[in-house]
Nanobody, 126 residues
Framework: QVQLVESGGGLVQAGGSLKLSCAAS????????MGWFRQAPGKERELVAALRWSGGGTDYADSVKDRFTISTDNAKNTVYLQMNSLKPEDTAVYYC???????????????????WGQGAQVTVSS
């Protein structure tokens, strides 16, 4: 089992920044890919960003490219999502997820995920 705990959500004005953290514990060595998802009220959950623990590339949703950055601290088993130039449409619950699939494709957009965090609310005011 893998446990994921998000932190760092909150309320910020448009144009501001927030940094989300996801601390992974348990059988983290069994996972290959980490992702950040978000779900806004009345909308489907969408992938925001993903990366491999081992390095080798990242994937971002078009709506967040050049504004959000996903990164890891492998020594701490922690994944981060730095969010800059936030917009009201970024308001959502953000979830961290871990995948045990050794995904071969360079694109991480279709990776299945096995474990999920409890979510962190991000609210961007206009």
């Amino acid at each position: 089992q893998v446990q994921l705990v998000e932190s760092g959500g909150g309320l910020v004005q448009a144009g501001g920044s927030l940094k989300l953290s996801c601390a992974a514990s348990g059988r983290v060595f069994s996972t290959y890919i980490m992702g950040w998802f978000r779900q806004a009220p009345g909308k489907e959950r969408e992938l925001v960003a993903a990366l491999r623990w081992s390095g080798g590339g990242t994937d971002y949703a078009d709506s967040v490219k050049d504004r959000f950055t996903i990164s890891t601290d492998n020594a701490k088993n922690t994944v981060y999502l730095q969010m800059n130039s936030l917009k009201p449409e970024d308001t959502a619950v953000y979830y961290c997820a871990a995948s045990q699939y050794n995904w071969r494709s360079p694109s991480l957009g279709s990776v299945p995920y096995n474990y999920w965090g409890q979510g962190a609310q991000v609210t961007v005011s206009s």
